[in-house]
């Protein structure tokens, strides 16, 4: 084959070196030129920051020597008499002397109020009528000793004023007489504006609100200019406009909050100065690069070329001659290796060759070689696994592929052969039949590729005896659709059962009915005598299932302790509770085990009927599922029929759930705190952290909802990480504040209790938070500590106090704890159940029982907190009894964090501890 013409590779390396050397010098220019640009930003910037904060402190100095003035004044002597004897001439006279003596600003604005009359002397030296900004019920409500802006921007031209107000002492008996109200108008205060100008270096300056400027000088006079520049800086305090640096420095803030701004600027050339100088040694330096580049180029490639050359010499000499074909080196050491590299890779490819023919002769995979159709090749492996002997190879080879495989495979087959003839795709591994010598068929797969066979276009088939596997796929295929323990379908074959009874019921006039069974209380059989045993049990009871069933009826065993039965051909709903009668009988039956004790079982069994609740397979598992919960919910041993309302509330569980889950995986869910109140000392002694949730859809969903749905889906466990998590970043936010809080409480539920990892998810937690343990405390009812025997409550106690952590029993008095473990239990606090308090006030039981419990705890050197105390009387008793920590709607409810910082700072519940005093 005639090589293709194409560019020489000697002159391709000559270019994309020259090409290489002129980008690398190109890029270098730029990076320093973009490197001196960034140098010169940072100095604009740190200049900019430097005048920025120059400009505040010379506007905070300027206030304050005005202010040292008024209080000159307002400690003068003579000033106090004439104020005190109500003297408005001498008063004037002794204020207009305010500056005399001092190079400094001199206040423009002097108010006197005194105590017998508001606004009582206005001796302003402002040309400005000062009296819309500073009306007297402003001045009267100015606080004392704090410098404000006061701005009315309604007035044309709008006015800022910076006031303080001193209060005049007399000095016999310390009243304030008069509140002596002065400061500046930064309206055209040229003294202001020159200072600042002066001190910063700048010939242009304004001082701007809201958009207006009240003074300005240098071309920031120019409104319009002004404006512009105004608008450059509103992300920014500072930037380089038309060879000027211009910035934006904060003075102050006025009475609404609107800030007061000071923009000036000065000429800077720096940038301006980079770029000419980059400018004019950019042509030279590109110069000077490229005929350098060129120069090393052409020097490569005179050493290069003929080595090159050398090596493609070499090759086509090998491909005509053969062996014979010998590699003269050159002066390149490299070429020279590549050169003898050619020539072990030649007769490496020699060798080769001549292996590969041996190593398919000798595969254990069959091989088989074929072209238009016909056998070229086929070895050993591929005879002996079509049956015939190695001497037979002539049976095959030069015969049509198509012998080989079995007649109904053949027109796929040909198919194939003619789309890959096309050049359309063909699959390259596939399963087919093949034919044996014998006349058996034989499962094959087959991983087909183009190659060249002899110099002639062929096609390379690796062929795998499949036919075992086969087997074994048909058995696991025979399994995957039934149950190991009980050999009744598994829930793949009921679904597809339960599909045609759905289509038999559409085409038809009968009814199908999906009943799904459940062991009641199977959890206790397992968790007492071990899951070997309630297997026999499951096997048992699935017996009995399948005898009640009729020829055409499917009975599945879905999982665990639940069964599902197909009624495909039901005549009506009487004959549906027929057999749903049935078989709660038949699960009733006495179950005789071998070591001769009996057990007596019951079921709840959901009911749904197609069509009339629905023609959908998981809608109607869905129905039929929460049917069967409403039989266990109302106590078992029965049947219900699913209805809408079960409908309805199956939608409500899956539509908070979803939400639920979403809002915790995006933190969406707060906490609200509740305040702990030492009733006694009038002092807050902890808090408890609930989880609240408000969603966009489905607005604020009470805790009574969502909780049973985070316990019964498993969402309980990462939504009180998240509380856990916000409770001590709260707890943070309140040492930040300098708020004392002894310790948060947290709820924990034996779902999480139950998790793998729970106490080292409490330190991680703890870690992250930077929270001290010991003020975190865990409140658990008494059902994890107690009921649930999947949790050694004293192995998992302690090594939650191992961490430092207290331990809170909530909800104390509603479960049936065992008082001679509890007292091995190390916990710290008891809370007493809100059942108990809120008829405290009327039931001598409830007094009784509380105060047995305070008693007990006490002697157990156990805190106690009593929850729920709704009204003063209740808290009076609950002190009375001994109780001293309260919690309740009385004294705080759960409320935001913002609200509880201000309910810290507020103390409402100090109002009704006086109550309970008086």
């Known amino acids: ?111 006197v109020d005194h105590e017998q009359q508001m606004g009582w002397l206005n001796a302003s030296l402002s040309l400005v009528d000062v009296s819309a900004v500073l009306p007297g019920q402003t001045i009267k409500t100015m606080p004392p000793d704090v410098w404000r802006v006061y701005s009315r921007d309604e007035v044309v031209p709008p006015i800022s004023v910076a006031i303080i107000a001193i209060p005049v002492v007399d000095p016999l008996d310390g009243r304030v007489i008069a509140k002596l109200i002065g400061g500046s108008t930064l309206n055209d205060s040229f003294v202001l504006l020159d200072t600042l100008a002066t001190i910063l270096g700048v010939d242009s300056l304004a001082i701007v609100h809201e958009g207006e400027s009240l003074a300005s000088i240098g071309n920031l006079a120019d409104k319009q200019h002004l404006d512009s520049i105004q608008s450059a800086l509103v992300d920014r305090d500072y930037r380089l406009i038309d060879g000027r640096l211009y910035t934006r420095s904060l003075l102050s803030l006025d009475e609404h909050g609107h800030p007061i ?109 074929h072209a238009d159709q016909k056998i070229l090749y086929a070895n050993e492996a591929l005879l002996q696994m079509l049956h015939y002997q190695p001497d037979e190879e002539s049976e095959i080879v030069g015969e049509a592929i198509w012998k080989i495989y079995a007649p109904f495979e053949r027109d796929r087959l040909k198919n194939y052969h003619s789309l890959r003839k096309k050049g359309e795709v063909v699959p390259t591994i596939y399963e087919v039949r093949g034919l044996s010598k014998s006349g058996e068929y ?102 009995r299932i399948e005898a009640v069933a009729q020829w055409n009826e499917t009975v599945s065993r879905l999982g665990g302790d639940e069964f599902a039965i197909v009624l495909p051909d ?20 006495k179950i005789e085990v071998q070591d001769g004790k009996d057990f007596f079982l019951t079921a709840s069994i959901g009911i749904t009927v197609c069509p009339y609740d629905g023609t959908a397979p998981d809608g109607l598992m869905r129905q039929a599922d929460a049917a069967m919960y409403q039989a266990k919910s109302d106590g078992g041993n029965g049947f219900r029929f699913f209805s809408r309302q079960m409908n309805e509330r199956t939608a409500r569980v899956l539509e908070l759930e979803t939400s639920l889950r979403n809002a915790i995986d995006e933190e969406k869910l707060e906490i609200h705190v509740q305040p702990i109140i030492d009733y006694v000392t009038g002092t807050i002694s902890g808090c408890e952290a609930l989880a609240r949730w408000t969603d966009p859809e489905l607005g604020t969903v009470s805790p009574a909802e969502f909780i049973p749905v985070a316990e019964e889906t498993g969402l309980i466990v990462p939504l009180g990480k998240l509380v856990l998590r916000k409770a001590c970043e709260f707890h943070a936010a309140c040492v930040e504040r300098g708020i004392e809080i002894n310790g948060i409480g947290v709820n924990i539920s034996p779902r999480q209790c139950r998790e793998d990892g ?18 975190l405390r865990l409140e658990m009812t008494e059902n994890v500590m107690f009921d649930d025997n999947r949790i050694d409550p004293v192995s998992l106690l302690n090594a939650i106090k191992s961490l430092g952590v207290k331990i809170s029993l909530d909800d104390f008095g509603t479960g049936y704890s065992s008082l001679s473990y509890l007292k091995r239990l190390p916990i710290d606090t008891l809370k007493i159940d809100r059942s108990f308090i809120m008829d405290i006030d009327s039931d001598l039981d409830d007094q009784a029982m509380v105060e047995a419990i305070i008693s007990m705890a006490g002697k157990l050197d156990v805190e106690v907190v009593c929850e729920g105390a709704e009204t003063r009387q209740q808290c009076d008793i609950l002190t009375g009894l001994g109780c001293r920590l309260v919690q309740g709607f009385y004294l705080g409810r759960p409320m935001p964090e913002a609200d509880f910082f201000e309910f810290v700072v507020r103390k409402p519940y100090e109002t009704n501890l006086a109550k309970k005093v008086s």
């Open 1 to 111: 084959m005639k090589a293709a013409a194409g560019v020489k590779y000697s002159w391709i390396v000559l270019g994309l070196f020259f090409i290489g050397l002129m980008t690398t010098a190109v890029a270098l220019f730029g990076i320093t030129y973009l490197g001196n640009l960034s140098i010169a930003e940072t100095e604009l910037k740190r200049r900019a920051a430097k005048e920025v904060a120059l400009a505040s402190f010379v506007f905070e100095n300027h206030l304050k020597q005005l202010e040292g003035q008024l209080r000159t004044a307002s400690v003068n002597p003579a000033f106090i008499d004439a104020v005190k004897s109500y003297d408005s001439a001498d008063t004037t006279r002794i204020l207009e002397q305010l500056g005399q003596n001092t190079t400094g600003p001199v206040p423009d604005v002097l108010i």
């Open 261 to 369: 701004y000071a923009f000036f600027g000065e000429p800077s050339d720096i940038i301006e100065s980079i770029q000419k100088t980059y400018l004019d040694i950019l042509v030279p330096f590109l110069i000077y690069t490229a005929l350098a580049a060129l120069a090393a180029a052409l020097l490569i490639n005179r050493f290069t070329a003929p080595a090159l050359a050398n090596l493609v010499n070499y090759a086509a000499a090998r491909r005509k001659e053969g062996t014979a074909a010998m590699f003269q080196p050159g002066r390149i050491s490299e070429y020279n290796q590549l050169g003898s590299l050619f020539e072990e890779a030649f007769e490496s490819i020699h060798r080769t060759n001549a292996q590969f023919r041996e190593l398919i002769d000798g595969s254990l995979q069959g091989i088989v070689v």
């Open 442 to 543: 034989i499962w094959l797969e087959q991983h087909v590729r183009m190659t060249t066979w002899n110099d002639r276009p062929a096609i390379y088939v690796t062929v795998l005896d499949i036919s075992e596997r086969k087997e074994q796929e048909k058995l696991i295929e025979l399994q995957s659709n039934y149950d190991l323990l009980t050999n009744l379908p598994n829930r793949n074959l009921f679904m597809d059962r339960l599909k045609q009874a759905i289509n038999q019921s559409e085409n038809g006039s009968r009814i199908s009915a999906l009943l799904i069974v459940d062991i009641d209380r199977f959890k206790v059989i397992n968790e007492t005598f071990g899951h070997g045993f309630g297997d026999e049990i499951i096997k048992i009871i699935g017996t």
């Open 570 to 589: 039901a005549a009506d709903e009487w004959e549906i509770e027929n057999k749903a009668q049935s078989i709660l009988n038949v699960v009733t039956e």
């Open 758 to 775: 729970f106490v080292n998810s409490i330190k991680n937690i703890l870690d992250e938070t930077s929270m001290d343990a010991r003020q």
